[in-house]
């Protein structure tokens, strides 16, 4: 999922393409992605952009007369500046902002349509969709931390809560927590105020670090490879690849339809966290630690290499 540092991006180069300028149609491809009913797409051609701002995960574009158009990329949905004949035609094609300069397109590559456009009128129906959480980057210590500990989540969760946090998903999450030197399931109603304030600092950094990078790619380009899994990134996806700080090998957990990584060496003092579905299978057998996990491992290389016995 496209998250802070994409969707600064992306606004910035929106900013480029589309502000001033007035759309021709909008044409809405898939019934699942528009989830308003009044404005109608009609009701936004000949309009201006006078505005493209980020709203938590979300792209807003505010058009003359008060107009807003929402879109929310969830996990597969991204964005693209095509020459003004592009055709919109095609199965991830979800709608299309024809303006006459370009196609501002809407891309889904999945079967779950989960990306949405809201077509709203006037500014309170925009901050409705407004989950409500700070901004992390210009939060004050003390802002950031009554956020974190406002409900008692383990620290993985409270990051990516929008209504605590604005912004933040699984991937930079898992980033900003390895930076920390913290466990995902640390709770945040027990950090003390140095690690409170080491993680706030892990985050500035993180972010301001990812967003400078993906800047720097995009080269005056409109973005087009925006993506959670990047070789560069410390722990997230790079499960069994080894911690560029400890040369450890990077772990993984699965919950619900998310995953957190995290190098054990340097966030759980060498413990290994239960993955629910393993620890379920294995019982007394799952590994504490790092150390056990080699042992077991080593031991069943050396039943697998062992020369067979018997008889016959």
């Not at 620290?155 to 929008?162: H, I, N």
Request: some cysteine; overall charge neutral.
């Amino acid at each position: 999922m496209p998250e802070l540092p994409d969707i600064t991006v992306y606004v910035e180069a929106l900013q480029e393409v589309v502000a001033r300028r007035t759309i021709r149609s909008l044409e809405v491809r898939s019934p699942f992605v528009l989830r308003t009913v009044s404005p109608k797409p009609d009701d936004f051609a000949g309009r201006a952009v006078i505005d493209v701002s980020r709203m938590g995960k979300r792209v807003v574009l505010a058009f003359d007369d008060d107009h807003f158009a929402v879109i929310h990329l969830m996990i597969a949905g991204r964005l693209h500046w095509r020459a003004p004949n592009a055709s919109a035609g095609g199965k991830m094609n979800l709608l299309a902002f024809r303006f006459g300069e370009g196609v501002l397109l809407l891309t889904e590559a999945s079967q779950r349509k989960r990306a949405s456009l809201h077509l709203l009128h006037g500014a309170d129906e925009v901050a409705a969709l407004d989950p409500g959480g700070i901004e992390p980057l210009t939060a004050t210590p003390a802002a950031f931390a009554e956020a974190m500990r406002r409900e008692r989540h383990t620290v993985k969760r409270a990051l990516t809560d929008p209504r605590l946090l604005s912004g933040i998903g699984n991937a930079y999450s898992d980033e900003i927590l390895h930076r920390a030197r913290l466990s995902p399931f640390k709770l945040t109603t027990q950090m003390d105020d140095a690690e409170m304030e080491r993680l706030r600092a892990a985050l500035v950094d993180v972010i301001g670090e990812w967003t400078d990078r993906l800047r720097t790619e995009r080269n005056g380009r409109f973005p087009e490879k925006v993506t959670a899994f990047r070789p560069e990134m410390a722990v997230h996806g790079r499960f069994g690849l080894p911690c560029p700080v400890c040369g450890a090998p990077v772990q993984r957990i699965a919950y619900a339809d998310n995953e957190a990584n995290y190098c054990a060496e340097c966030q759980t003092g060498g413990k290994l966290l239960a993955d629910r579905a393993l620890s379920r299978l294995l019982h007394e057998d799952w590994p504490r630690s790092l150390a056990e996990m080699e042992e077991m491992r080593a031991g069943h290389r050396a039943v697998l290499g062992s020369p067979a016995t018997g008889d016959g």
